[in-house]
């Protein structure tokens, strides 16, 4: 017997090795694409990155740079040899660069900043002056103002409500904001919402600098000039073209008047070195700055305001530039109208190696190697579109004016839109729409890392267990599934997702190349090839893992999704935001019967000049019922759709396309077409940036922020809004469950 | 009806304000204390303290100066003046002082540390040159060492165990340590254990210099060439003269030699300011140091080892001084033989004004105002012992020698000790024996705080309700009791608490006054008066707090003792340790489990030569039983005892008398003659400094100390220890209680 057994479980285990599944294909599809998987593999090569990356690095590409034009015409051709169908589309958007830059301390002890980053020897990129942008923020206002300083932190709200307990206005003030906290656009936008006239954001050295680990050239961090361009559009209202929202900026687009446009920054905005922010932050007195809002430079940091005044002075040629995508496509032999779309942006603020270089030579080799086993006999059942974005670094331009140039079409046809951007050494990360959370595990079960040979999805694991708290280990203990973050903003993805609702993920690997070169002249292939990836091990290890996404995607049997990891995840917020109210209330109490109990007055220090809070409105209890009775039905619904999932690859193909139809126009149940409160142009109902955080993502948005901005009728509102677009939803989950049913007879 | 209800209330709540009660007092006795305590409160004079500190920090006072002889003269003839029977109480220690003190960097960028604290013009005492102590660690070795630099962080065994992680040893290194993160002497005393050859201690600004706040003389805090002095004896297996260990070092006293002395440092250490730390890290290469261990200097923290070797010599007089503890005693009427001692200390490392003369003038205007008092007819039931302790910042010399030579009339007499040291403005702070936390709390609420009018029990719950985490005002909302601290180690009053068994309190005020002048020649009266207390407002509020501790201990009618504190909060350790246990059974498995996934292997970053971590042995479960039941047994006796408390004012004094005794020896009942695992000096089964944390205390040590060194077999036999230890303390309550008892005929 005892034998007999033996020999049974190794007949089994060897059966199961042999009955590789893959979600969504049926036993013969998952072999034959397992095999070409394999040559996809094998095929990959790390020197075309290097290659492709010297190239499109040699010179600052930015949005209507000569450079940038070239590269984009670079791509197209080389996605044409690989037997795509390519085009560059154009799209004229509103791109201000600077004509006057001027920041000075004036006073006894006067100061001209410099805002130029020298030129290293061990970077034979820096120099190239002529061709750079000069360090700015794009979307700035126009400006001359001459006030005193603040120091307002990261310039959050949160930051202003402690400047108020402080006593401490910014009215007519210029306020100094460290970077990070937050999307950058926040801060001017918070700092004009509170009265200030100008606004200075620099990278603090706690943060990227010397504090982090050592500087450019000896080390990947922020040397003591460099500076992070970025724009501060107000994309949290809407990204893409100021000038055109909601439709595509083609030549004749109707546009706005630029004084009309609500995304632009009202007051003047400047990012800034260390090196220039040290005397200013000198000239503060005023109270010491919290503990919190320390950093790494050596001085007593105090909030301000300035002994002297600051002298800020902006103007900017408000030019219509010219943007160039590349969208190639290999059209599919099946079913041509189902569009796998992959995306990367091409244009960075100066020579842009890691941002975006990195990541879009990634995908060119990806598409190179599809399309060579194309010509060998490859079959894509649906059409693949590989895209190289422009302009994304102004306000993911390229891809936001393509979307909505295209809605209609991309509407009917997108099945999914996978994103990247920078890419560099460590593990992989992945955010997304839940419903995909399976298929995109299986992917990661598949893709060895490059530097210890076990898998990706191992190694992200043991990386959260051995570098996390001790929380996240206690919850993660033998449970390996990657669980997808939730997309906020960040890059190209918010026209397909929040917009259009097209089901996305966003993937790269990172967490061993960190450094300060964001958005500065040292973001070069010199920095890349030293400290981000050398030899582009990770640049072949996204390939694989993308490349995986697109091809499974195309030639799934049933489209890969997943609807009970969407319940699962969706019913979390619901439960996150019961608790955020419940805790908003006990706080709320807590802090209204300490302020009556006069506890802030008789803690304080009389020699400081804090001041009690206010008491707040109370906190109502909200009725969840609706939305909760609605999750209840989708769970239920889900649940059966699911068991009964892998029939679908045994339906006729006339059948499967109707399911798939189903499947992939699902995520646009999620779309509500009002969109948002005071946000039209973001639709998705489960993920949207957050208002006051930008990067930050804010799950069930419209309750979420109802609730942290106290404005409890429109939590309420929008408790309906999302129940009635589950509902929606649970409709399109029984359509799909009917056609994978066993009919009786 | 309703008017008659009214007018009922109202003489309810007159007869509750007239009947005011104080623990231990009967009726009559209770309102002569407060008329008294009335006239105590409107004696106390500011100008007094001022005065007396203008004097004693007017030239440097440390241990065998001439300053320090004339101080204790001048303090000794005032409480003579005052009515007190006075003595100076001589000690003949072993006291080094530096002789050679070189450091500096070698190789192509030398150094050589300046180890000087300027003269500044807004600071007189500051230029006294030649009376003051040079900056230096007392009981360093002497030594001549060369050799690589390698920075530890704070020094303590958790950090050598990340540089193991991160493959760097000490042996055969000199370390460099931040100050903070534990008492100083731990970090050459665990340096040396892993090998090390030298040891430098500097002032990182982050913790007191200029990150923390405006340095001085602008602000409070450390100026660059600030230097912390200190001892590095290793207190945590004995304080006080490292030659006579366990006796008092009078002049014929049998003494080790010096090569016997375990409290002695065996390696060369040496504080230095953050401008002669700067070269020394600037030096280091190897790994950036963690996250956690990077200070405010403006650099990149690395680990090491340096490029450039350190050169380090040290040498010192190693002389017998000569200590002056000035003990002033103020006898009793009814019991003398039942003593309240008082103390602080009155040396400074150099004009020490904030410590510990903040506290010593606040103990002589207490002592004052009790004695004229006592001239205008004020009895005391029991015997006042005022002390001003010399030589405390070696190592608790003073009060040490003395408690040891005088072990035997003190285990008879001694009912409680109250100590003070440095003083500022802000908030109470106590520790002390949980059996007196009720009766200090009624003293929290007699005495109101000078700068809010409310009760220092109030402003201290204010604050902490208001600076405190979300955990902390949850946990405390509407409960204002004060909870007493533990005592570890830190000022005087281990030779009473954790020698003899003693019942201790330590009091002081602050959390308003911080700086960065401690053990610099900036802890002068112009930083104090600047900075700390101006117009000593908060020192005679120490007064009010220390003297009605002191005058209600001496005339109670029966001890105000608690046994249900003592037991609520010894049970709460007892259920700390549990889960210490169990909570390290966890860890342990996990980290386990994560080194035999290879976790730690496949997380690492292979351009980083971290280590995984050696699995560890399994952790016990551990028989708590006996000392449970133990426990149980304490809290139904505790609780009766305290329901008939009340009775023992009633009583005849001799029954009082046998009941205080009783009262007042119970906390004798903690002390096991054997004492601690490894230091035998520490016989408290309660309290002691920890040995590898030194200020930090360790509750229920025996046991808690067995758990944290993985010594399970020391844990499991203490567990025993402390169980008998309960036991014999439950007879004393029940002695107790039969007093208190009314008879059945």
Redesign the interface.
Known sequence: MRRFQFVFILVLSVSIINAQKIMGFNEANAKLQLDWEKQFDAQLNAKNLDLWMQFLTSHPHHLGSTKGKANADYMANLFRSWGYQTELAEYHVLFPTPKTRVLELLGSKPYKAKLEEPALKEDKTSGQKSEQLPSYNAYSADGDVTAELVFVNRGIPADYDELERMGISVKGKIVIAKYGGSWRGIKPKVAYEHGAIGCIIYSD?EDDG??????YPE?P?RPKFGVQRGSVMDMPVYPGDPLTPGVGATKDAKRLKREDVVTLMKIPVLPISYEDALPLLQSLSGP?APAAW?G??????HVGPSKDKVHLKLEFNWDIKTLYNVIAKLPGTELPDEWIIRGNHHDGWVNGAADPISGMVSEMEEARVIGEMVKKGYKLKRTLVYCAWDGEEQGLLGSTEWAEDHKDELRKKAVAYINTDGNS??FIGVGGSHTLEPFFNEIADAVM?P??G?SIK??R???Q???GD?AT??RL?GNKNIKLSALGAGSDWSGFLQFLGIASLNLGFGG?GSGGEYHSVYDSYDHFTRFKDPGFQYGIALSKTAGRTMMRLANADVLPIDFTSFYKTVNDYVGELKTLLDNTRT?TE?EN??IN???????????KGFQSPKPKDIVPYLNFSELENKMAELKTNAEEFQKLYANGTQLSAAKQKELNQILFQVERALINDKGLPRRSWYKHQVYAPGFYTGYGVKTLPGIREGIEERNWKEAQDNISVVAMTIEVYTNEVKRATSIVKPKAF
Chains 1, 2 share one sequence.
Do not use: H, I, S
């Open positions: 050295p010397y504090r982090a680990g050592d500087v080390g961090y010491v320390r790494g430079l050596p001085l007593t940091y050494r460590g890392d530097q210890t076990v191992e190694r694991y043991a990386n267990m051995v570098n001790k280990r206690t203990m061993e706080e807590q019967k300490m109990d006069k506890l802030f007055d008789v803690a304080k220090d009389p020699k």
